[in-house]
């Protein structure tokens, strides 16, 4: 199938936020796709990934639109980035405007790093948000907001190097590092407050799959985190959440060309199961004219 891609800008307030939307020249599935990049990303993302997935997308049928935050790339405005105010205004403006585009009604975040923070607020305040796939994202947060600890800041000074992160992998260190966890009374990172509430306001009509590298050291943080939030949910919602971990990559910072393929592959797959999951449970008109 044809691909046809149109580049605009999407207002959002008194900023106006540049984008491409991508959508098939034939036949569209009522499924629509917002891509969001990581906050040192533009639309386009890492060796033009969101490119490829925005282009894999329209060719089986689903529109997307990908886009520069607001003071990032070619957008208006002037960002500050904070992993406790996330940009789900930039998720939301795009999201209806695909839509008003398009005429979807039913839409999947997609989302890397930063970009996984605002997908997921995003999508439990779109009442049309159907699910949301992220890939590595920061998950811990600094308990008082204050100055980091000395342990927070060595492992971060760690966590900066190669050799550093080696060292944090190894299963003698992170057995050191969870027993000292355990017996401390006031830990100096703990799961983002709103990210917990993001995630319990909308598992009960959408699902989540997180992304994961084996390698990857936020696995541990994430796992952490819905340790805390899974058993609070009922068995139904518990069953909205997957977290996928790939063999043998980190996905982190999608370094190698591989790790690219597998973050284009696994968000292209993560679309099709999600509408396959859907057509499966509620039949809907599989297409609409484009």
């Known amino acids: 199938m044809s691909v046809e891609e149109f580049p605009l800008y999407v207002p959002m307030g008194e900023d106006r936020l540049c984008a491409v939307l991508a959508a098939p020249e034939g036949e569209m599935h009522d499924l629509g796709v917002v891509l969001l990049t990581g906050g040192n990303y533009t639309r386009v993302h890492r060796n033009r990934m969101w490119v490829r997935v925005a282009r894999a997308l329209a060719e089986r049928g689903f529109p997307s639109i990908r886009v520069d935050y607001h003071g990032v790339g070619d957008s208006t405005g002037r960002a500050r980035f904070d992993m406790e105010i996330p940009f789900d205004s930039d998720a939301l403006a795009a999201a209806d405007f695909l839509q008003r585009a398009t005429g979807v009604t039913r839409l999947v975040m997609l989302a890397t790093c930063f970009g996984g923070r605002n997908a997921v607020v995003a999508a439990a305040k779109h009442p049309d948000a ?11 947060v600094p308990r008082d907001r204050g100055p980091l600890p000395l342990r927070s800041r060595v492992r971060r000074w760690l966590k900066g190097r190669t050799l550093g992160r080696k060292l944090l992998r190894r299963p003698s260190i992170r057995r050191i590092r969870t027993r000292a966890h355990a017996h401390r009374d006031q830990p100096a990172m703990i799961v983002s407050p709103k990210l ?31 340790d805390e939030v899974l058993p609070r ?17 980190d996905l982190h910072r999608f370094q190698s060309l591989e790790e690219q393929d597998i973050v284009v592959d696994r968000a ?13 449970r509620a039949p809907h008109p599989a297409g609409r004219p484009a």
């Open 130 to 140: 159907v699910a949301a796939t992220v890939f590595p994202m920061p998950v811990l």
């Open 233 to 249: 949910l009922a068995e139904a919602e518990r069953r909205n959440v997957r977290l996928d971990v790939v063999e043998g990559a």
């Open 196 to 226: 917990k509430e993001a995630l319990k306001a909308f598992l009960p009509r959408g699902t989540v799959r997180f992304v994961y590298g084996e390698l990857s050291d936020s696995l541990v943080e994430i796992r952490h985190c819905l």
């Open 268 to 280: 292209v797959g993560s679309v099709l199961d999600t509408f396959r999951s859907l057509e499966a």
